[in-house]
């Protein structure tokens, strides 16, 4: 968990509406990846940046969900329109690039009523 | 296409009590396997990773194994400790891909 902040930390939405979630790492870190870990689940990978560049997106809901990082630092992950089957934990990690230790921030609990 | 069990997918223990967390997976091309530790509300920490070409690895009071041809990777309490409960994944790098493929988890629960 050191070293990677995310926000807001629970988001309760309804259907339909909108939603962003930020990650914050400490440090620099070439890669970025979003996870969403459905209650009961292990983390599934949403997305995974290489500095600015998008290295995999591929089980990215991309008429809905979108992500961008800015400067190869922060990240942004964003639904719209969410649905009920988004509710789940939102998770931010960085790694060195290499199939190594990925560090996590705390996750953002979402729920979607 | 590569899947991670881990059974069971809880496990309650009186406090002291040695254990062993299973965890198996389908391709044996592995890169490394990891086992995590998810705590409520808070992120996964890393508890340990072990290469492929290696068959264990130690911190403390735990002791995780590999067994590629088999498919199989155990991770070993020693002297449980309420502190220890938590839910307990482990997940696998491919030769192919960074991408980390993952088991859902066993919640431990250790009883005082």
Known sequence: EAGVA????????????????????ISGHATLYWYQQILGQGPKLLIQFQNNGVVDDS????????????????????IQPAKLEDSAVYLCAIG??????????PGTRLTVL | ?????????????????NLVLNCSFT???I????WFRQD???????????????????SGRLNASLDK????????????????????????HMDSNYQLIWGAGTKLIIKP
């Open chain 1, 6 to 25: 995310q926000s807001p930390r629970y988001k309760i939405i309804e259907k339909r509406q909108s939603v962003a979630f930020w990650c914050n790492p």
């Open chain 1, 59 to 78: 089980q990215l809901p991309k008429d809905r969900f979108s992500a961008e990082r800015l400067k190869g630092v922060d990240s942004t992950l964003k």
């Open chain 1, 96 to 105: 060195g690039g290499v199939p190594d230790t990925q560090y996590f921030g």
């Open chain 2, 1 to 17: 296409k590569q899947e991670v069990t881990q059974i069971p997918a809880a496990l309650s223990v009186p406090e002291g009590e």
């Open chain 2, 27 to 29: 391709d044996s091309a």
């Open chain 2, 31 to 34: 890169y490394n396997l990891q």
């Open chain 2, 40 to 58: 409520p509300g808070k992120g996964l920490t890393s508890l340990l990773l072990i290469q492929s070409s290696q068959r264990e690895q130690t």
């Open chain 2, 69 to 92: 041809s088999s498919g199989r990777s155990t991770l070993y309490i020693a002297a449980s400790q309420p502190g220890d409960s938590a839910t307990y994944l482990c997940a696998v």
